[in-house]
T-cell receptor, first 117, second 110 residues
């Protein structure tokens, strides 16, 4: 079956420009996560959507970062006024809903490699 | 918060056994995950431990000791395709996000 897809796979932008990254989760998965992976670093949590609940935005590094999820499916991560330190691979993952405390494997997409010049 | 430590890199010979350690400091978590990530690819799930002890799945086994704040992933009969980064992550109480360590790069040589 179809996995998590992300687009674009690569994005090169100039400092100060805005970028939008897209994630299509696995059909039926109500939970969606954004992480970023910088060179030599572990995956860093950014934001989490669960159904119709308010998203957990506690991992967003600054107010230049925002994300939305329309119709409980596709999600867009927006970075405004990009900076060179934003260069990283941005990974999206999805999972089935959980009641908290139960096991729900997260399935990751291939990521978007963002390079800010 | 969570503080997860993993050694950065190790080299092993095809057919050998390697153990990848993960230590963590966290106030509480639902379970501990291991993911495999090949260069330029998405992380893929390997194992999940909730209770203390060993979980075996084919050539891969994962161990958890909550009291010691320690987990390891054991890779047996190493194959060249096992060259990858191995990521340890915990799922903290109260939410489903994963807190990852930096990963351990395993290089398998002939």
């Amino acid at each position: 079956g179809a996995g998590v897809s992300q687009s674009p796979s690569n994005k090169v932008t100039e400092k100060g420009k805005d970028v939008e990254l897209r994630c299509d989760p696995i059909s039926g998965h109500t939970a969606l996560y954004w992480y970023r992976q910088s060179l030599g670093q572990g995956l860093e949590f950014l934001i989490y959507f669960q159904g119709n609940s308010a998203p957990d935005k506690s991992g967003l590094p600054s107010d230049r970062f925002s994300a939305e999820r329309t119709g409980g499916s596709v999600s867009t991560l927006t970075i405004q006024r990009t900076q060179q330190e934003d260069s990283a691979v941005y990974l999206c993952a999805s999972s089935l809903a959980s009641g908290g405390g139960s096991y729900n494997e997260q399935f990751f997409g291939p990521g978007t490699r963002l390079t800010v010049l | 918060g969570q503080n997860i430590d993993q050694p950065t890199e190790m080299t092993a010979t095809e057919g050998a056994i390697v153990q990848i350690n993960c230590t963590y400091q966290t106030s509480g978590f639902n379970g501990l995950f291991w993911y495999q990530q090949h260069a330029g690819e998405a992380p893929t799930f390997l194992s999940y431990n909730v209770l203390d002890g060993l979980e075996e799945k084919g050539r891969f086994s994962s161990f958890l000791s909550r009291s010691k704040g320690y987990s390891y992933l054991l890779l047996k009969e190493l194959q060249m395709k096992d060259s990858a980064s191995y990521l340890c992550a915990v799922s903290p109480y109260g939410n489903n996000r994963l807190a990852f360590g930096k990963g351990n790069q395993v290089v398998v040589i002939p």
